[in-house]
C-alpha cells in the first residue's frame, strides 16, 4: 500500500513506451495501485488520537487529568477523569477504525481484480494493482477497464469497440472508440509483443472529455484524441475482445483524478460547540481568578490568625501562593460546566438516530429490498439545517426510461383516452393497451394506449405510414437479430431506441443496416432503401437528417429535430398543419414531454448529385470544415413538408415532482448539475417542476469566452432588476425592500426566476474573477440547471456555494461522477440505482429512490436537528446549576476550594442521576408527528435558520443555570441559619446541607426535563422517574451502617441522609426550592405560547382541535404549460455517429457485439428572523472574505 500513496513531484508531459518496463520505471509513475483508506497499523493510532484531539473539548479534559494528578491542588480523585476520557477516544477510535477497515476491504477487493497484461509476449493473469504504464493489456466484453488505455486493436471491424460510461459521467448509453488505423491490425499477441511504440501525451488531468497525445512508431507520428481511449471505470460492452496500452494508472486515472479527498465533516453544531467551549473555560478562568484572589486576601485578613488550627501546607509560605493554589483547585472542581458525559451523550444520541434511519420502512424500496442506509453517525443533526441540495439528473431524479407516449400526425393528436362522455381518462382508468399481436416482430414490453393510431395505420393512411417512415429510417440505432424475429436495438440515446421502437411495434421494422442501405419490414413486407447520406446531429443543428432512395427510385431527405430549429425550415405551404401541430407541441411540452418534429423533402436526382459533390468538397477541406459543411446542410435542410411530432416520457422516478416541490416549500433550493445535454436537463426540470410556466423566464448562458459569459450574466441581472423596479412602482415591493434591508438587491427581485448553464460557461463563470456574479445571479434564481458538467465542476459548484453562503448544502448522486460532488457537499447522499456502487460507498447516506429525500430531511432531520438542540440546552444548564453552586460556597468556606457535595454525589450526577432522562429527550422528542412535518414543510426553517440553538440561546440556557444555583444555594442556606430540629438542637451542618441542596438540585433538573420533554414514551418515565428513585438509593445506601462497616474511611456520615430528610423544614425548604426555580420558565412559556406561538405550536393545537377529525391532506396544483416549445431529442444525441455509420467501419462480422442491450402558511416570526439573518449578512462584492446571505 505504500506505493498507492507515494507523492511524485508534478509531470510537465506523460511519455510511455510499450513493453518496456525497465524505460517507463524510471520515471516513476504511480502504479495501479488505489488507497481510499486514511490509516494502516502503524499510523492509525498517532493519526487517530491526533485528530481526535483536535476537538478543543478533548484537549480540555487533558489539561484537567494533567492538573488532576497533582495532589497540593486536586480536590478530586484523578479516576473521574481518565475514566470518561479514555472511554470517548476509545469509542471513537473503534468507529473509526471499523470505517476504515470498510475502506481498506474495498480498495483490495478492486486492486485484488485480475488483469491480463502481456507479459513477455505471453498473456498472464496480473491483479490490478500490478499493471504498470506502458503494459499492454487484454479487456473481454463485460469487464471493466483497469486504467486509462490506449485503444490499440479490437474483436470489431476497424479497431471499434462500444463501452458504457455510466461510473464516469453518468449516461447509460454506448459510446464508441475507435483505435488508430496503423494500430488496428495488432489483433495478434505475436504482434503485440513486438509494438514498441512510445507514446507522449498530457500529464494526469481530470477532463474526462479531452485527450491530447502523439504516438511515435516506425519513424511516423500520429495523432492521439480522447475518441481513442478506454478510461478506468468504463465497462467494455458488445465487443468480444480489445487490447490496450495503459497511459495512465492509479491516482493518475482521470476517475481517480475526478474522485475528490475524503474530507473530515463537521457539523455547525460541532463547529459551535468548540467555540462554545472556549467560551467556558475563558468564564471557568475568570471563576477561578475571583475565587483565587478572594482565597488570598482571606488568607491574608482572617487565615492568619487561625495558623493553629487551620495550618497552611507545607509548600505554601504565602497568602498570594494560598491563592495561586487555590485557582487550580477550583478550576478541577468547576469543570464540570462542560462533563466529557456530554460528549459521549452526544454520540449515543447521534447513533440512536442513525438507527432510526436505517429502520425507517417508508424508506425501504420493495422493489430493490434497499433500506435507508445511516453511512455516518456524525451528521443527523445537519440533516435538519439543509438550505441547498446538488443533484444529479440521470438515476438521480429520473429512471433513465424514454417512452413513446404521444404523436401528432398530420394535424391529429394521438395517445389520449377518451371515456364514453369524451373525457379524457386517467392512466388508471384506461382501458387495456393496444394489441399489437398482429406484428410478430413487436417488442413486448412496449405500451400504447389510444387504439386510433393503430387502426390508421392498418388502413393504410399515407401520413401515418410515411410518419413511422422516417422513424424507421432516420436513425443511428444498431440492429441485431439474434434468432429469427428477436431483434436487440443498440441505441445510442435512449429516446432514439424508443423511437425506432414505437416504429417497429406500428409495423414499421427497423430490421438491418449496411454502411449503403437500411433494410425495413413494412407492414410484413421486407424493403431496402438505399442510404445516400446521414446528416449528422450536432448541438448547433440540434437536429439530424438521412437522405435515402427507396426502390422506385425516389429520393427523399427524412429530418427529426428540435421544434425551435425545424418548424422555420418548413415550406410555406404547411402554415395551417404548423398552426395546429404547434398547439399539440405546447400540450405535450405541459405535461413535460420531449418533443420532437419530423418533416421531409422529395429531392430531384439532378439537384443531389450537385448538392453531393459541394457535401464531399466540403467535408474535404482543411480549414473550416464543420462551417462548411453546415453551410451546405442548411441549404438541403430548407422548404420541408411537417409530417407530424413526437412525444417521448423521460420517465422520472416516482414522487420526485412532489419531493421538489415539498421541499422548496422548506426553503430549500435545489440546483441540477448534470453531464447530460441541455435540452434533456431542462425537459426534466419541467417535467419535475422544477421549472414552470409560471416563472416570469429562464436564463441560458450558453457563451464560449470570458466576456460572452459575463455579458449574459450581467443581461440576466439586469433584467431581474428591471423586472423588480417595474413591480417596485407599486406598494409591495418597496415595503419588501425597505423592511428587509438586503445587502444584495437580487436576494429581493420580484418574480421567480430560473438558470441554465452549459458546462464551457460555467468553465468560465467558475474562474475567480467572476465566481461572485455567478453565484450571486444563480442565489437570485429559483431553480439552477448546469448542464454537460464534469465530475470535478460539480464539486466546485458545491464548495463555491459553501464558500461564500452561510448554508448547509446537499449533494445526491448514483454514479461515480457524483462523488467529488458528495464528499464535498456538507452531507452527501447517495442513490443506490443502475450505476454502481461508487456513489454509495463515498455517502453519508444512502437509499434507493430520490423522494426518501424528503423524509429524511423533513422528518428524520428536523427531529435530529431538534432533539440534538433541546439535549444541548437542558445540557448546559442542568451543569451550569449544578456547578456554580461551588462557586457561591466559596465566598462562606474562605474560598478553601471545599466542595458543597460528596464527592460521590459529584461523579454521580452526570453519569447516573441526570444521564437517562436526557438522553432519552435527546433520542425521542418530537414537537409534531411525522405526517405534520410533511404537511407542514415550513416547520424545516428554523434549522436552517439555525434558530434552536446559537450563541443567544446558549448565554440563556447559562442564565437559567446560574439563576437556579443561585437559589439552589441562598434559599437552603437562608433556611439553615435560624432552622432547627424536632428536638430543638441547630439544623444546620455541614452534611445536611449538601444533601438538601443536592436533593433540591435533583429534583429541580428532573421537573425541568419533564417541562422540555414535548413526546412522553414509557422509556422517558422510566428514565425520569428511575433517575429520582435511584438517587434516594443511592443516597441512603451511601449513610448506611452495611457502608460505613465495611469502607469507614469512606463513608463515616452515617444515618445522615436519613435524618435531614425526616425533617418537615428540609422538605419545605426542598418544595420551596423547587418551585421558585420552575415558576418563572413556566409564566415564561405560558406567556409566550399565548401572545407569540410558534409554527409547531400552531400545528400541535391545531392537532388538538381536530384530533377526532380525519387529517386533511394538501393537494397540490398542476401547472399547464402554454406557449412554449421545447425538444428533448436534439440533446440526447451525440455528434459523429452518423459518418461512421457511413464509413462502414461500424458493421459487424459477427453478432456477438449486439447481443446485450439493454397550506403553504408562512408565519411571521420566520420572515422577521430571517431579515434579521439578512441584515447581519454581508454583500458579496464587498470581496471573496464576505459571506453572502444564506
Not at 517 to 524: D, K, L, Y
Amino acid at each position: 500500500m505504500a506505493l498507492c500513496a507515494k507523492k511524485r513531484p508534478p509531470e510537465e508531459e506523460r511519455r510511455a513506451r510499450a513493453n518496456d518496463r525497465e524505460y517507463n520505471e524510471k520515471f516513476q509513475y504511480a502504479s495501479n495501485c488505489i488507497k481510499t483508506s486514511k490509516y494502516n497499523i502503524l499510523t492509525f493510532l498517532p493519526v487517530n488520537l491526533f485528530e481526535q484531539f483536535q476537538e478543543v473539548a478533548n484537549t480540555y479534559f487533558l489539561f484537567l487529568l494533567i492538573l488532576q494528578l497533582i495532589p497540593q491542588i486536586s480536590s478530586l480523585s484523578w479516576f473521574t477523569t481518565i475514566v470518561p476520557l479514555v472511554l470517548v477516544l476509545t469509542i471513537t477510535a473503534v468507529k473509526d477504525a471499523t470505517d476504515d477497515y470498510f475502506r481498506h476491504k474495498s480498495d483490495n477487493q478492486v486492486n485484488n481484480r485480475q488483469s491480463q497484461v502481456l507479459i513477455n509476449g505471453i498473456l498472464q493473469q496480473e491483479q490490478w494493482m500490478n499493471v504498470c504504464v506502458g503494459d499492454i493489456i487484454k479487456l473481454e466484453n463485460n469487464q471493466f477497464v483497469a486504467a486509462d488505455l490506449l485503444l490499440l486493436s479490437s474483436s470489431e471491424p476497424h479497431g471499434l469497440c462500444y463501452i458504457e460510461t455510466a461510473e464516469l459521467d453518468g449516461e447509460t448509453n454506448m459510446k464508441v472508440r475507435q483505435a488508430i488505423p496503423i494500430t488496428s491490425e495488432l489483433g495478434d499477441i505475436s504482434k503485440l509483443a513486438k509494438f514498441d511504440g512510445e507514446v507522449i501525451c498530457e500529464p494526469p488531468n481530470n477532463k474526462l472529455d479531452k485527450f491530447s497525445g502523439t504516438l511515435y512508431w516506425k519513424e511516423n507520428k500520429f495523432p492521439l484524441s480522447n475518441q481513442n481511449m478506454l478510461l478506468r471505470g468504463c465497462v467494455l460492452r458488445n465487443t468480444e475482445w480489445c487490447f490496450g496500452l495503459v497511459i495512465f494508472a492509479g491516482p493518475d486515472t482521470k476517475l481517480m483524478q475526478n474522485s475528490g479527498r475524503t474530507k473530515f465533516k463537521r457539523t455547525s453544531i460541532d463547529r459551535l460547540m468548540n467555540t462554545l467551549v472556549l467560551w467556558i473555560f475563558g468564564f471557568l478562568v475568570c471563576m477561578g481568578v475571583i475565587l483565587a484572589i478572594g482565597n488570598a486576601i482571606w488568607e491574608h485578613e482572617v487565615g492568619t490568625r487561625f495558623q493553629v488550627y487551620l495550618p497552611w501546607d507545607e509548600a505554601v509560605d504565602s497568602a498570594f501562593f494560598s491563592g495561586f493554589l487555590s485557582f487550580w483547585s477550583y478550576i478541577i472542581i468547576l469543570n464540570t460546566v462542560v462533563p466529557i458525559s456530554l460528549y459521549v451523550s452526544v454520540e449515543v444520541i447521534r447513533l440512536g438516530h442513525s438507527y432510526f434511519i436505517n429502520w425507517d420502512k417508508k424508506m425501504f424500496c420493495m422493489k430493490k429490498r434497499t433500506p435507508a442506509e445511516a453511512r455516518t453517525t456524525t451528521l443527523n443533526e445537519e440533516l435538519g439545517q439543509v438550505e441547498y441540495i446538488f443533484s444529479d439528473k440521470t438515476g438521480t431524479l429520473t429512471q433513465n426510461i424514454m417512452v413513446f407516449n404521444k404523436c401528432s400526425i398530420n394535424g391529429r393528436s394521438y395517445g389520449d383516452v377518451f371515456d364514453v362522455l369524451g373525457h379524457k381518462a386517467e392512466l388508471g382508468e384506461r382501458p387495456e393497451p393496444v394489441d399489437f399481436s398482429f406484428n410478430p416482430l413487436a417488442d413486448k414490453k412496449f405500451l400504447f394506449w389510444d387504439p386510433t393510431l393503430l387502426e390508421a395505420v392498418k388502413m393504410g393512411d399515407p401520413h401515418t405510414h410515411e410518419f413511422f417512415r422516417l422513424l424507421s429510417l432516420c436513425h443511428t440505432v444498431m440492429s441485431e437479430e439474434k434468432s429469427e424475429g428477436e431483434l436487440y436495438y443498440k441505441a445510442q440515446s435512449p429516446d432514439e431506441g424508443a423511437l425506432v421502437t414505437a416504429a417497429r411495434n406500428f409495423g414499421f421494422v427497423f430490421r438491418s443496416r449496411t454502411p449503403k442501405t437500411i433494410t425495413v419490414h413494412e407492414m410484413g413486407t421486407a424493403i431496402t432503401y438505399q442510404l445516400l447520406a446521414i446528416l449528422d446531429f450536432n448541438n448547433i443543428r440540434k437536429r439530424m437528417s438521412v437522405i435515402v432512395r427507396n426502390p422506385e427510385g425516389k429520393i427523399r431527405l427524412y429530418c427529426k429535430g428540435a421544434d425551435t430549429i425545424l418548424l422555420d425550415r418548413l415550406h410555406h405551404s404547411t402554415q395551417e398543419l404548423l398552426n395546429t401541430t404547434t398547439d399539440h407541441l405546447n400540450e405535450y411540452a405541459g405535461e413535460g414531454l420531449r418533443t420532437l418534429v419530423l418533416a421531409y423533402k422529395d429531392l430531384d436526382e439532378e439537384y443531389y448529385e450537385e448538392w453531393a459533390g459541394r457535401r464531399l468538397q466540403a467535408s474535404l477541406a482543411q480549414d473550416s470544415r464543420e462551417d462548411r459543411l453546415a453551410s451546405v446542410y442548411e441549404e438541403v435542410e430548407s422548404d420541408m413538408m411537417l409530417l407530424g411530432a413526437t412525444a417521448i416520457e423521460d420517465k422520472l422516478q416516482q414522487g420526485v415532482p412532489e419531493t421538489i416541490a415539498l421541499l422548496t416549500l422548506a426553503n430549500i433550493k435545489i440546483w441540477v448539475l448534470t453531464g447530460d445535454k441541455q435540452e434533456t436537463a431542462v425537459n426534466i426540470g419541467y417535467s419535475c417542476k422544477m421549472l414552470t410556466d409560471d416563472m416570469t423566464e429562464v436564463f441560458i448562458v450558453t457563451g464560449h469566452t470570458v466576456l460572452e459569459v459575463r455579458e449574459e450574466l450581467r443581461k440576466a441581472r439586469e433584467k431581474m432588476m428591471d423586472s423588480s423596479r417595474a413591480v417596485g412602482n407599486g406598494f409591495t415591493y418597496q415595503e419588501k425592500l425597505s423592511s428587509s434591508r438586503l445587502t444584495s438587491v437580487l436576494e429581493a427581485v420580484a418574480g421567480e426566476y430560473a438558470l441554465v448553464i452549459n458546462g464551457h460557461s460555467l468553465a468560465h463563470a467558475l474562474e475567480a474573477d467572476m465566481e461572485l456574479e455567478f453565484l450571486e445571479t444563480a442565489c437570485a434564481c429559483k431553480a439552477v440547471i448546469c448542464c454537460r458538467v464534469t465530475p470535478l465542476q460539480k464539486a466546485q459548484v458545491v464548495e463555491l456555494v459553501k464558500k461564500y453562503k452561510k448554508a448547509v448544502t446537499l449533494a445526491i448522486g448514483d454514479g461515480a461522477n457524483d462523488v467529488s460532488m458528495i464528499k464535498t457537499a456538507h452531507i452527501g447522499v447517495g442513490i443506490s440505482g443502475q450505476e454502481g456502487i461508487q456513489a454509495v460507498l463515498a455517502s453519508d447516506y444512502s437509499f434507493s429512490q430520490f423522494k426518501f429525500l424528503q423524509r429524511l430531511l423533513l422528518v428524520h432531520g428536523r427531529w435530529s436537528y431538534l432533539r440534538m438542540c433541546k439535549f444541548l440546552c437542558y445540557f448546559f444548564y442542568k451543569n451550569f446549576a449544578f456547578t456554580m453552586v461551588h462557586f457561591w460556597f466559596g465566598f462562606f468556606c474562605g474560598f478553601s476550594a471545599q466542595t458543597v457535595y460528596d464527592q460521590y454525589f459529584i461523579t454521580l450526577y452526570n453519569i447516573v442521576y441526570t444521564s437517562l432522562p436526557v438522553l432519552a429527550m435527546g433520542v425521542f422528542d418530537q414537537d409534531v408527528p411525522e405526517q405534520r412535518s410533511m404537511e407542514y414543510p415550513k416547520l424545516y426553517e428554523p434549522g436552517q435558520l439555525n434558530l434552536l440553538f446559537n450563541k443567544r440561546e446558549f448565554f440563556i440556557c447559562i442564565a437559567q443555570g446560574i439563576y437556579t444555583s443561585v437559589l439552589m444555594f441562598f434559599i437552603p442556606y437562608g433556611v439553615f441559619a435560624e432552622a432547627t430540629r424536632d428536638d430543638g438542637t441547630q439544623l444546620a451542618d455541614y452534611q445536611s446541607f449538601a444533601v438538601t441542596v443536592a436533593t433540591s438540585l435533583v429534583i429541580v433538573v428532573s421537573v425541568q426535563i419533564g417541562l422540555d420533554t414535548g413526546y412522553w414514551t414509557a422509556i422517558n418515565h422510566f428514565f425520569i422517574w428511575g433517575s429520582l428513585a435511584v438517587y434516594f438509593a443511592i443516597l441512603f445506601a451511601m449513610h448506611s451502617n452495611g457502608l460505613f462497616d465495611m469502607f469507614p474511611n469512606q463513608f463515616r456520615f452515617v444515618g445522615n441522609a436519613q435524618n435531614t430528610l425526616a425533617q418537615p423544614t428540609v422538605w419545605l425548604t426542598i418544595m420551596l426550592t423547587t418551585v421558585v426555580c420552575i415558576m418563572p420558565v413556566v409564566a415564561f412559556r405560558f406567556l409566550r405560547l399565548n401572545l407569540k406561538p410558534d409554527l409547531s405550536d400552531t400545528v400541535r393545537y391545531t392537532q388538538l382541535v381536530r384530533k377526532k377529525q380525519k387529517a386533511q391532506h394538501r393537494c397540490m396544483r398542476r401547472v399547464g404549460r402554454t406557449g412554449s416549445r421545447r425538444s428533448g431529442y436534439a440533446f440526447s444525441h451525440q455528434e459523429g455517429f452518423g459518418e461512421l455509420i457511413m464509413s462502414g467501419k461500424n458493421m459487424r462480422l459477427s453478432s456477438l457485439a449486439l447481443s446485450t442491450f439493454t397550506t403553504r402558511s408562512s408565519s411571521s416570526w420566520i420572515e422577521s428572523l430571517r431579515r434579521k439573518k439578512s441584515d447581519s449578512a454581508s454583500s458579496p462584492s464587498g470581496g471573496a472574505d464576505k459571506p453572502l446571505k444564506g
